[in-house]
């Protein structure tokens, strides 16, 4: 079968002889039409041909078949006898490489799909776009890629931090704010080693970073006379975290204000239950370390255990996990939980299936089995007979009493909603927080500062984040510190207030790269990560 020409590279002379075809592949017979060529040492042409071989070649794929060349290419005497080499193969412009086995079009291909897809997925893809390679491949194929340095940049650059392994190690992203590119990536967070990148760079006048100490030391040594701006992002977050310890403080009051929301019962029983929560085991002192939501709803389980409910309908009043249910109901006080012990239940089974147990409470069988020798726990018992009912298809006697749900808001919950405008929280929310504030006005007041810093960046006024810092160290709560530390940073702080600098595509950046390392499965060291991210930014940007 005759070839087009069109088929063959047309910055090649090669020359079809013929083609096979079989199922779903080509294979094309071609030879070399050069007349001569170059020593690979001394440059020097040569037309003496000394013997011929056969190099086989992918190409890139034809209507979904696959496409090999065998080409048939020859090796050439080096006549110069100055040259230490006097027999060379066959030189090829760069659509064939030595010792190559693919054509350059071919490669380019993969590279871009290996840039997209990372390797397994890569490779997966490969198949199906007729260029089927292992993950192997792909990722000597990104290897090989030229590093792209980016020498000089807009002068505005954006500094984070990024995981290799949360909590253990980390390296350093760099982004060009102007072009929103990555322009490298550095192998960890050190203050000397962002400085020496920084002085490398002297176009650099804008730093914007978070407020990590480094940062600010490599900044400040790197280039000492640019404009540094502290990220806004971690400045609300690093607020969100002030307010939230400060609601962990008000523990006792956030279970009066719960117990306050949720107080819809009917009059015939408020007595009753108010006395069930006196009876309630309470310290203080233990409470303060615990999450108040889970203090309520400890409290809230031991009245519903007193009223002598199922642990079903107390899991589906309060919206909480049976397990969790079971073990509140075991405890005489919150404490930490340790690891689940084995028990010898299952030699018990049968005998609490039988038709006499099956109206009896799973208090009184727990009595009756730990006589006869049970070694487990009331709230591992309670676990196993929820099991055991569910794999017998056995339906419990009792059903569950209608109940009204509760709510209970976490800390930082609690946090976010100081934050939001009254207009955007839902009914439920703002009705807890008018109760809040009553029960605690120095929230109120804290929520006034909170949102007074947020409007801080929206305005952009000279001078507002020292009158906010000032107002803020005389309230009495956490957020006094948060305007301490503040001033540890204020002038990279400041500038975030008054210019419009964001460190946002930055977290974008980071994102993406955490994709990009994901793709690799474990294979993404660093080099090969920051060729890959560099790589791609290139990519993405031409495009």
Same mark, same amino acid.
């Given at each position: 079968?005759? &070839?087009?020409?069109?088929?063959?590279?047309?910055?090649?002379?090669?020359?079809?002889?013929?083609?096979?075809?079989?199922?779903g592949?080509?294979?094309?017979?071609?030879?070399?039409?050069?007349?001569?060529?170059?020593?690979?040492?001394c440059?020097?042409?040569?037309?003496?041909i000394?013997?011929?071989?056969?190099?086989?070649?992918?190409?890139?794929?034809?209507?979904g078949?696959?496409v090999?060349?065998?080409?048939?290419?020859?090796?050439?005497? =080096?006549?110069?006898?100055?040259?230490?080499?006097?027999?060379?193969?066959?030189?090829?412009?760069?659509?064939?490489?030595?010792?190559g086995?693919?054509?350059?079009?071919?490669?380019?291909?993969?590279?871009?799909?290996?840039?997209?897809? +990372?390797?397994?997925?890569?490779?997966?893809?490969?198949?199906?776009a007729?260029?089927?390679?292992?993950?192997?491949?792909?990722?000597?194929?990104i290897?090989?890629?030229?590093?792209?340095e980016?020498? &000089?940049?807009?002068?505005?650059?954006?500094?984070d931090?990024?995981?290799?392994?949360?909590?253990?190690?980390?390296?350093?992203?760099?982004?060009?704010?102007?072009?929103n590119?990555?322009?490298?990536?550095?192998?960890?967070r050190?203050?000397?080693?962002?400085?020496a990148?920084?002085k490398?760079?002297?176009e650099?006048?804008?730093?914007?970073?978070?407020?990590?100490g480094?940062?600010?030391?490599?900044?400040?040594?790197?280039?000492?006379?640019?404009i540094?701006?502290?990220?806004?992002?971690?400045?609300?977050?690093n607020?969100?975290?002030?307010?939230?310890?400060?609601?962990?403080?008000?523990?006792?009051?956030?279970?009066?204000?719960?117990?306050?929301?949720?107080?819809?019962?009917?009059?015939?029983?408020?007595?009753?239950?108010s006395?069930?929560?006196?009876?309630?085991?309470? %310290?203080?002192?233990?409470?303060?370390r615990?999450?108040?939501?889970?203090?309520?709803?400890?409290?809230k389980?031991?009245?519903m255990?007193?009223?002598?409910?199922?642990?079903?309908?107390?899991?589906?009043?309060?919206?909480?996990?049976k397990?969790?249910?079971?073990?509140y109901?075991?405890?005489?006080?919150?404490?930490?939980?340790?690891g689940?012990?084995?028990?010898?239940?299952d030699?018990?089974?049968?005998?609490?299936?039988?038709?006499? %147990?099956?109206?009896?409470?799973?208090?009184?069988?727990?009595?009756?089995?730990?006589?006869?020798?049970?070694? +487990?726990?009331?709230?591992?018992? =309670?676990e196993?007979?929820?099991?055991?009912?569910?794999?017998?298809?056995?339906?419990?006697?009792?059903?569950?009493?209608q109940i009204?749900?509760?709510?209970a808001?976490?800390p930082?919950?609690?946090?976010?909603?100081?934050?939001?405008d009254?207009?955007k929280?839902s009914? +439920?929310?703002?009705?807890f927080?008018?109760?809040?504030?009553?029960k605690?006005?120095?929230?109120?007041?804290?929520?006034?500062?909170?949102?007074?810093?947020?409007?801080?960046?929206?305005m952009?006024?000279?001078?507002?984040?020292?009158?906010?810092?000032?107002?803020?160290?005389?309230?009495?709560?956490?957020?006094?510190?948060?305007a301490?530390?503040?001033?540890?940073?204020?002038?990279?702080?400041?500038?975030?207030?008054i210019t419009?600098?964001?460190?946002?595509?930055?977290?974008?950046?980071?994102?993406?790269?955490k994709?990009?390392?994901?793709?690799?499965?474990?294979?993404?060291?660093?080099?090969?990560?920051?060729?890959?991210?560099?790589?791609?930014?290139?990519?993405d940007?031409?495009?």
């Amino acid at each position: 079968m005759k &070839v087009p020409r069109f088929i063959l590279p047309s910055n090649v002379k090669l020359r079809s002889n013929f083609c096979i075809y079989q199922t779903g592949s080509v294979l094309i017979h071609a030879l070399t039409c050069q007349l001569s060529s170059r020593c690979p040492l001394c440059n020097k042409k040569s037309n003496r041909i000394h013997s011929k071989y056969v190099r086989a070649l992918a190409d890139l794929p034809a209507s979904g078949n696959l496409v090999r060349i065998r080409l048939v290419s020859r090796k050439y005497f =080096c006549d110069n006898k100055a040259c230490s080499r006097k027999i060379f193969t066959e030189r090829f412009s760069k659509e064939i490489q030595p010792y190559g086995r693919r054509l350059g079009r071919s490669v380019n291909l993969i590279s871009k799909m290996a840039l997209e897809l +990372g390797g397994n997925k890569g490779a997966n893809i490969s198949k199906f776009a007729g260029v089927p390679v292992s993950s192997s491949t792909i990722v000597r194929i990104i290897k090989k890629l030229p590093a792209r340095e980016q020498l &000089v940049t807009s002068g505005i650059i954006g500094v984070d931090d990024w995981a290799f392994k949360k909590g253990r190690t980390y390296g350093t992203i760099l982004v060009d704010l102007d072009s929103n590119r990555v322009i490298d990536l550095l192998p960890d967070r050190e203050a000397g080693t962002l400085s020496a990148w920084i002085k490398k760079h002297p176009e650099i006048q804008v730093v914007s970073r978070d407020r990590y100490g480094p940062y600010a030391l490599g900044a400040t040594e790197g280039a000492p006379n640019a404009i540094q701006v502290a990220d806004r992002f971690h400045l609300i977050k690093n607020l969100g975290e002030a307010t939230s310890r400060m609601f962990q403080t008000k523990s006792k009051a956030l279970r009066e204000v719960f117990s306050l929301y949720n107080n819809t019962v009917p009059d015939s029983l408020a007595a009753e239950q108010s006395k069930m929560v006196d009876s309630v085991p309470d %310290n203080d002192q233990l409470d303060a370390r615990l999450n108040p939501v889970k203090v309520y709803l400890f409290k809230k389980v031991k009245e519903m255990q007193q009223q002598k409910l199922s642990k079903r309908a107390i899991a589906t009043a309060l919206k909480i996990n049976k397990k969790t249910v079971a073990r509140y109901m075991s405890l005489d006080a919150l404490y930490i939980r340790k690891g689940h012990s084995t028990t010898n239940f299952d030699s018990f089974a049968q005998i609490l299936l039988d038709e006499c %147990n099956r109206n009896r409470t799973f208090k009184d069988l727990f009595q009756t089995i730990v006589k006869s020798g049970f070694n +487990g726990k009331y709230t591992s018992f =309670c676990e196993r007979m929820n099991n055991l009912y569910a794999s017998n298809k056995i339906s419990k006697p009792n059903k569950p009493p209608q109940i009204v749900p509760v709510r209970a808001w976490s800390p930082n919950k609690l946090s976010f909603l100081l934050y939001m405008d009254n207009e955007k929280l839902s009914a +439920g929310d703002k009705r807890f927080m008018e109760l809040l504030y009553d029960k605690c006005p120095e929230v109120k007041h804290i929520e006034v500062l909170v949102k007074r810093f947020k409007n801080l960046f929206k305005m952009k006024e000279p001078g507002s984040l020292s009158q906010w810092i000032a107002d803020a160290q005389m309230a009495d709560s956490t957020i006094k510190n948060f305007a301490k530390n503040l001033l540890r940073d204020y002038e990279a702080v400041n500038n975030a207030v008054i210019t419009s600098y964001s460190n946002g595509q930055v977290e974008g950046q980071v994102n993406r790269l955490k994709n990009i390392k994901r793709m690799m499965y474990g294979r993404a060291g660093f080099q090969l990560l920051r060729k890959m991210v560099l790589s791609k930014s290139v990519l993405d940007h031409q495009n």
